[in-house]
């Protein structure tokens, strides 16, 4: 029972069932079962990884990992959009303090600026223009609950597996896994001038990357400024947009759209 | 196993749950949003991964990728949003099922769990007080007349 390849598929059913028991199935029943599955799962995988050494490091990453999974299964299930935008939220938070648990301090602050701060901020704001009311009836059924768990678990599990079997063998001889040491990490990775090695890199060596992608914004700002603005009465230009195949022209509107 | 590989095999593990969550969101849900919040959690799965092989190379590229992923998902979040957008326009609501017309011509349309009753629908239930006390006594000049409209 103690053998890591059954404790890992135990994971993984459990992993599977508890998923699609707390995905939205048009009723409340199975939820709180699939809570106390997946629960298991989760602490059945946390004592399979292998340990850093350092009790200290343990468990600040063990308490990272741990929030950054439970809100995002949570941003998955939950019913109400806008609570599955505040558990994204705390997903990403919990992805910030595992940057900065590797020592990418920029990119820590930077996914809480851009994406917490700006990315989020718009999909609430879209959320509470086109769905005020919270919680509405399509959120509560899902489409395929149970084939899409085992296939996101299956995935998981076979990563995960590939992962162990990787790192647990010594490797071919003539290349071996080497990590950097502890002096290559403090004069490079780790460094005390972190950000001002990050900005030498970034525009130094990814110059042209930084300019396509300021670039890029531009176009994408403006892009969706006429996307929205071409769907308004009166704006149409002449030609331009085809004919519109909206079900709302082509089909009576129905509730669940029946096999034909 | 040394405390580096540790650490690269936990980062890739939590970066390909993240990914596997993120894919379960959206293969299954059937809001926009909530689809496309789901697509961000993969990316930020692959984040994850990558930070975690800079740290384990001492290399910057890992890093530099991650930053460029983030300002190409904020593109991609706003033009997202605005087909988001011009979509509720056109059918009022954020259900991805109501554009089944645009599925492959030989697909059937599907929907397999019938959307459970609204409870909008339904008239609301006002509580009924029993009556008490006297009803007081009005004068007609109050009734009558409105100092301010």
């Known amino acids: 029972m103690t053998d890591p390849h059954r404790i890992l598929l135990l994971t993984t059913l459990l992993g599977a069932l508890g998923m699609w028991l707390m995905l939205p199935r048009g009723t409340a029943r199975g939820r709180g079962t699939g809570i106390v599955l997946a629960t298991i799962a989760l602490g059945l995988g946390a004592s399979q990884v292998p340990r850093l050494g350092v009790w200290l490091d343990d468990s600040v990453f063990l308490v990272l990992a741990a929030a950054t999974v439970v809100s995002a299964a949570a941003a998955v299930t939950f019913r109400n959009p806008l609570y599955c935008a505040i558990w994204f939220g705390q997903t990403l938070l919990g992805t910030a303090g595992l940057f900065l648990f590797t020592g990418a301090q920029f990119l820590a602050v930077a996914t809480i600026v851009v994406y917490a701060g700006a990315i989020l901020v718009t999909f609430l704001f879209v959320l509470m223009l086109a769905q005020p009311e919270g919680k509405s009836v399509y959120d509560r059924v899902s489409w395929e609950a149970l084939i899409s768990a085992v296939t996101g678990i299956v995935i998981v599990g076979i990563l995960s597996m590939t992962i162990g079997r990787v790192f ?26 972190h950000v001002a090695r990050l900005g030498g890199e970034l525009f130094g060596r990814h110059l042209i990357a930084v300019e396509v992608t300021g670039t890029l914004l531009l176009v994408a700002l403006v892009g969706a400024a006429v996307i929205v603005a071409q769907g308004r009465e009166g704006f149409r230009v002449q030609g331009s947009v085809p004919e519109a195949d909206s079900p709302s022209n082509s089909e009576p509107r129905t509730l669940n759209p029946e096999p034909s | 196993m040394p405390y580096e590989v540790a650490l690269l095999n936990n980062y890739l593990i939590v970066g390909a749950l993240l990914f596997g969550i993120g894919m379960i969101g959206f293969l299954s849900r059937r809001n926009m949003i909530v689809m496309f919040l789901s697509a961000e959690m993969m990316l930020q799965g692959v984040s994850l991964s990558l930070v975690a092989w800079s740290r384990f190379h001492n290399h910057f590229g890992g890093q530099m990728l991650v930053l460029f992923i983030i300002a190409v ?10 087909l988001v957008t011009t979509l509720f326009r056109r059918s009022g609501r954020l259900d991805i099922a109501d554009w089944h017309a645009l ?5 059937p349309p599907f929907c397999d769990e019938p959307l459970p009753e609204d409870p909008s629908d339904r008239p609301p239930q006002w509580p009924r007080l029993a009556p008490a006390g006297v009803q007081p006594e009005i004068p007609r000049e109050k009734t009558d007349y409105r100092p301010k409209v």
């Open chain 1, 168 to 193: 647990a063998s010594p490797g071919p001889p003539g290349e071996p896994l080497a990590a950097a040491t502890a002096d290559e990490l403090a004069s490079g990775v780790l460094t005390a001038a």
């Open chain 2, 73 to 82: 998902a904020a593109c991609e979040a706003a033009i997202a949003l605005a």
């Open chain 2, 103 to 107: 599925r492959e011509a030989n697909q």
